[in-house]
């Protein structure tokens, strides 16, 4: 199975700063990453896929980038709302794995 | 607008199964797949299978291989989730998620989760 570590597992953050999330790929998977962020007691919510693509609907705070394996998500000043937990999730081969997942908390 | 409606939280004994049902509005069915995705609280998703809404081909976590199937009735527009031989460590939160029609791409549109309690 393709493992995804995301770094940091948790990060403190002030309102209007600008934050990047890590993931790395076990391996190569093109660019075949998706990003989501998720609130207490609700389902995932997709931000970015195919790497750097941003879903409709989502602000064009959030970015995406893909340097080889190493994939990093980027929030530019931060909204109350962006205080989640962030998934990468990559469909390159079966199982389709998640990351462990990064805290995004408000200092 | 888009919506996947999942049917209510359950309770099953180790050993027993368990069927989870997704109802899908606003949008054509056929056009996408269904992917389900558990979640135990405090980890990270994980990715059971994905069935296609446009000709029922289904790929499935050889991880579950043999204790899950996914299947759909177009004509209420309806994903099932069934996972057999239950254990306390099915016990999560399960979503359906709307994907593409060929393969597992990504997930736009979730349900609201299931959750499965698995206990004696």
């Known amino acids: 199975d393709i493992q995804m570590t995301q770094s940091p597992s948790s990060l403190s953050a002030s309102v209007g700063d600008t934050v990047t999330i890590t993931c790395r790929a076990s391996q190569d998977i093109s660019s075949l990453l998706n990003w989501y962020h998720q609130q207490p007691g609700k389902a995932p919510k997709l931000l970015i896929y195919a790497a750097s693509s941003l879903q409709d609907g989502v602000p064009s705070r959030f970015s995406g980038r893909r340097s080889g394996t190493d994939f990093t998500l980027t929030i530019s000043s931060l909204h109350p709302e962006d205080f989640a937990i962030y998934f990468c999730q990559q469909y390159y081969n079966a199982p389709y794995t998640f990351g462990q997942g990064t805290k995004l908390e408000i200092k | ?120």
């Open chain 2, 1 to 120: 607008q888009v919506q996947l409606v999942q049917s209510g939280a359950e309770v099953k004994k180790p050993g027993a199964s368990v069927k989870v049902s997704c109802q899908a509005s606003g949008y054509t069915f056929s056009d996408y797949g269904i992917s389900w995705v558990r979640q135990v609280p405090g980890q990270g998703p994980e990715w059971m299978g994905w069935i296609s809404g446009y000709n029922g081909d289904t790929k499935y976590t050889q991880k579950l291989q043999g204790r899950v199937t996914l299947t759909t009735d177009t004509s209420t527009r309806t994903a099932y989730m069934e996972l057999r031989s239950l254990r306390s460590d099915d016990t999560a939160v399960y979503y359906c998620a709307r994907d593409q029609k060929y393969s597992v791409n990504w997930f736009d549109f979730w349900g609201q989760g299931t959750l499965v309690t698995v206990s004696s």
